[in-house]
């Protein structure tokens, strides 16, 4: 894959492709949005294309042009961010890529995730290093934000850029923070950090200063139901999903997961939603997730049915039904029995015919 192979968020690519090939990197840049729009993905092609050994062809040195229009970054609202030390160029030779080549040695590495300059710091590696599940690591800590630290004043190994994807830092508590903008302050040389946030307001407004923030929008609906398709879902799954997804692959994932595991248990009538919540995963934290993604099946399905339905008498229901289950929503975010909630958003919606189906 490269960025070519990438659907959508073209002007988040240019920017950074225009980044690669100037060489002038800010040490860190922050991916906010929506989660499953393609944000990790983006990072992952950046960090290839910035360490891609596959140069582009020799061109004449712009100091020896003097007709040369001078290059430039792509401009962007962060530029006054200074740029990581030195760069790459001089240090591994060559003119940097603005993309990967998907075939050398260094792509190969950074796309299995063997590449020991391109570090993935998530709840996987967290997990991994506390020796517990990665699903049960709500919040990255400062001993995770220590642990790659050590990696960041060591040695290049291989490449021209050490490059240190932050995956959902919405989850960084605050000691976290504080150890990364620590690091951000005075990055060394030739390290970037791409922090990737689903709710950048998350954030210390000093990390978000000291970053090149781009903002990634939800894809459209015939975007995920491609990127659904290519990942082998017939086209009329795909179809249905991608209407329920709010442009997000990740929903679109988690609601057919949902929705399989729903195919052999009755969702109506009050019996039929009683057996619907004691079905829930019985690890709390599980139960609790899947109790969101129902909720917001029933939002969305609500807004689907209020569109198509509700302009004639029904739309106050409609949209008092909608506000309501926004509301079990949040109760799900707070130390509040899920199935209750579930019971409840379930019997709402079922009064006006809006199910998990
Ligand atoms: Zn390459």
Known sequence: MSFANILGHSRNIARLKALAASGRVPPALLFAGVEGTGKFLVAKEFAKALNCLHK??????????????????????????????GGPAGLFGGHPSDDACDKCVSCL???????????I???????????????????LKI????????????????????????????????NAQNAML????????????????AKKNSLLPTIISRSYALDFKELGAAEVEELLER?????DEASRLSELSGGSVKKAGDIKRVRDRLASVAVSGPAGIFKLVSSLPKEPYLAREEAKIMLDMLILSARKKWLTEGRGQNAPRFAALIKKLLGLRKFLNQNVSH???????????????????
């Open 56 to 85: 582009p062809a020799e061109e004449p040195a712009a100091e020896e042009n003097l007709f040369a229009a001078p290059s430039k970054p792509a401009p962007h609202p962060s530029s006054l961010i200074p740029s990581a030390r």
């Open 231 to 235: 990942a082998g879902l017939p086209l």
């Open 109 to 119: 590495q950074i796309e299995s995730g063997a590449h020991p300059d391109v570090r």
């Open 182 to 197: 620590k690091l951000l302050e005075e990055p060394p040389p030739n390290n970037i950090f791409i922090l990737i946030a």
């Open 121 to 139: 710091i998530d709840a996987a590696f967290q997990g991994f290093l506390l020796d517990e599940d990665a699903r049960k690591q709500k919040t």
């Open 339 to 357: 199935g209750l909630v579930l019971e409840a958003a379930l019997l709402e919606s079922e009064n006006l015919s809006v199910s998990l189906r």
């Open 143 to 174: 001993d995770t934000v220590r642990e790659f630290t050590r990696y960041v004043y060591r040695k290049n190994l291989f490449s021209p850029w050490k490059v240190f994807i932050i995956n959902d830092a919405h989850t960084l508590n605050l």
